[in-house]
């Protein structure tokens, strides 16, 4: 049941975060939202521990996920338009 549960955490963390920084170079499709929300839940998690906001057995919730992934989308943005 946790891998369901970070599958559906990561789609609603991935659509959030697409509709708060929407773009033309996002990230599209049903699978790849899944693993932005994912990436971002895991670069919280990772930033939250490294600062000390969380335990070592500690995850980021939904909020830390769209942060997160807001940070993702801002990385590939900035990579995207390098390469244009």
């Not at 049941?1 to 499709?29: H, L, Q, S, Y």
């Not at 899944?34 to 906001?53: N, S």
């Not at 057995?57 to 244009?84: M, P, Y």
Request: glycine share 16%.
């Amino acid at each position: 049941m946790g891998i369901i549960w970070t599958i559906i955490i990561g789609f609603v963390a991935g659509v959030i975060a697409k509709f708060i920084m929407p773009g033309d170079n996002e990230p599209k499709g049903f699978i790849l939202t899944i693993i932005l929300g994912i990436a971002g839940a895991f670069l919280a998690t990772w930033l939250g521990q490294a600062i000390g906001w969380y335990g070592p057995n500690d995850q980021a919730g939904l909020i830390g996920a769209v942060v997160g992934a807001l940070i993702v989308l801002f990385i590939w943005g900035a990579i995207v338009r390098r390469r244009a």
